[in-house]
């Protein structure tokens, strides 16, 4: 039995990433854990469901993976930072239009997030594109930098919207 490898991760991580969002109260709000799992209800904030159990997910896969492609550290790279977007872009396109938020509107835009993700990832593998060593580097880069925001931003937010939480 051929495993499908997207399917599988989409589940995986999206039940991961369901409960990531209550893993900061259920830590007794550790600061530590403030760093990986959601503080706050803010945009920014929810980008972590996605960010660190993707993350996760896909450091167990490289290292399960033993068939993996020469361009795997860059798909999935190329494909959280296009999940992440997906999610900051329906979530502000549908609260601009209808002027305000709904909260099963934001769950889905965390689904929506996983398979543009997912989605994203597999067709860079497909493609064999961003295949050399920089890519891969390039990628662990802003990976690297994006860990470090999230744990700077998480504690010291700047005044800016996508850093407070939404009014519902």
């Known amino acids: 039995m051929k495993i499908n490898k997207p399917v599988t991760q989409f589940f995986i991580v999206g039940i991961f990433g369901t409960l990531w969002h209550f893993l900061y109260e259920w830590s007794g709000k550790n600061m530590?854990?403030?760093?990986?799992?959601?503080?706050?209800?803010?945009?920014?904030?929810?980008?972590?469901?996605?960010?660190?159990?993707?993350?996760?997910?896909?450091?167990?896969?490289y290292i399960v993976w033993k068939e993996r492609s020469d361009n795997y550290i860059?798909?999935?790279?190329i494909g959280l930072f296009g999940g992440m977007l997906a999610i900051t872009a329906f979530f502000y396109?549908?609260?601009?239009?209808?002027?305000?938020?709904?909260?099963a509107l934001d769950?889905?835009?965390?689904?929506?997030?996983?398979?543009?993700?997912?989605?994203?990832k597999s067709r860079?593998?497909?493609?064999?594109?961003?295949?050399?060593?920089?890519?891969?580097?390039?990628?662990?880069?802003?990976?690297?930098?994006?860990?470090?925001?999230?744990?700077?931003?998480s504690f010291n937010a700047p005044e800016?919207?996508?850093f407070m939480p939404p009014r519902i």
Do not use: D, Q
């Open 32 to 61: 530590f854990i403030g760093i990986i799992a959601p503080i706050n209800e803010s945009t920014w904030e929810h980008l972590k469901l996605l960010f660190f159990p993707v993350l996760i997910y896909s450091v167990i896969e």
């Open 93 to 103: 396109t549908y609260t601009g239009i209808l002027g305000f938020n709904i909260p």
């Open 107 to 120: 769950i889905s835009s965390y689904f929506i997030g996983l398979f543009t993700m997912l989605f994203i």
């Open 124 to 153: 860079i593998i497909r493609n064999k594109s961003f295949s050399s060593v920089y890519a891969a580097g390039i990628t662990l880069f802003f990976i690297i930098i994006t860990a470090v925001l999230f744990g700077i931003f």
């Open 160 to 162: 800016l919207g996508i």
């Open 74 to 77: 860059s798909a999935a790279g």
